[in-house]
């Protein structure tokens, strides 16, 4: 097993209420509160950076978007003619 040297520090104040709920629930797991807050907010944080970064739709706007793909006649508009050439113009 591979360990990385803890080299960063999170501090933060809470009322007493809830690190007495944070210490049971890591008592429960068999955690201590370290392991407890760090694998909870890291879970917690790639799911907020995965949320942020899916495009959700309805069906009715999934269904449009599929038949404006599927549309052979369709032409650019100026909006998405200027994105495409924003984008041609990024350096990588």
């Known amino acids: 097993m591979t360990t990385t040297r803890a080299d960063a520090r999170i501090n933060v104040r809470l009322p007493s209420e809830l690190k007495q709920t944070i210490e049971e629930a ?3 797991l068999g955690q201590t509160v370290s392991e407890f807050t760090i694998s909870t907010v890291v879970q917690e ?3 907020v950076l995965e949320a942020a970064q899916v495009t959700r739709l309805s069906r009715r706007d999934r269904d ?3 038949a404006a793909l599927d549309d052979v006649d369709a032409t650019p508009n100026a909006a ?5 050439q924003r984008y041609g113009n990024r350096r990588v």
Request: aromatic share 8%; proline share 0%.
């Open 64 to 66: 449009l978007f599929l």
């Open 45 to 47: 944080a790639r799911h």
């Open 80 to 84: 998405l003619k200027a994105a495409a």
């Open 26 to 28: 890591a008592a429960a």
